[in-house]
């Protein structure tokens, strides 16, 4: 193995630490701040200024992260194979 073959690896190997390091993430802290309402759950009306409920994470101000999405996914076709 050169120096060469390497670095060619070098972009694969940060592609696969980026894609473990954001599904530990998702494993650790599955919901992250909306991305609607920055996070307030309210969500201020264009024409008045009044405040509405965002509807996205439907006041919470959370959303489920899609990495999660997957995981979740994954697993419950894990289990509806394993019934
Ligand atoms: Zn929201």
Redesign the pocket.
Known sequence: MTPRDLLAALPCLALALATLGYLAVCVVAPFGR????????R?RSPLTRAGRE??????????LRVGRHVINHIKDEYEAGNR
Do not use: I
Not at 34 to 41: A, I
Not at 54 to 60: D, E, N, S
């Open positions: 909306c991305g609607t309402c920055d996070g307030t759950g969500k965002c509807r996205r994470c439907a006041g919470t101000g959370l959303r």
